[in-house]
């Protein structure tokens, strides 16, 4: 049974750095898509971020580019989300996704991973 547990979420103020940490029991993240989405009040999932295990390549939404960064750990159970110069339109509930046979062009959709942790609520104070 896979389970995603996210942590380091909290609060900061604008201009600030959180790094969200995404662990998996259960199966190791080799050959998987690892996402980060995020959903604030009454809004949609968006997509932030996703790293494929095989190659190692990240994509980013684009309201995070140049701010945000996606990386691996080598024991292949946790994924980052570096997430710097932080705005008030960061604030929302941060989810972590993976799966393990999800194709190229399905990256950057939700309904497309099968497996998601709880979330983890970042606030960006202005």
């Known amino acids: 049974q896979v389970q995603l547990v996210e942590s380091g979420g909290g609060s900061v103020e604008t201009g600030g750095s959180l790094r969200l940490s995404c662990t998996t029991s259960?199966?190791?993240?080799?050959?998987?898509?690892v996402g980060w989405f995020r959903q604030g009040p009454g809004e949609e999932r968006e997509f932030v971020a996703a790293?494929?295990?095989?190659?190692?390549?990240?994509y980013l939404g684009d309201s995070v580019k140049g701010r945000f960064t996606i990386a691996r750990d080598n024991a292949e159970n946790t994924v980052y989300l570096q997430m710097n110069s932080l705005k008030p339109e960061d604030t929302a509930v941060y989810y972590c996704?993976?799966?393990?046979?999800?194709?190229?062009?399905?990256?950057?959709?939700?309904?497309?991973?099968?497996?998601w942790g709880q979330g983890t609520q970042v606030t960006v104070s202005s």
């Open positions: 259960g199966r190791s993240f080799r050959t998987s898509t």
């Open positions: 996704a993976a799966d393990w046979s999800l194709i190229l062009s399905s990256t950057r959709t939700a309904s497309q991973y099968d497996f």
């Open positions: 790293l494929r295990w095989n190659g190692g390549h990240t």
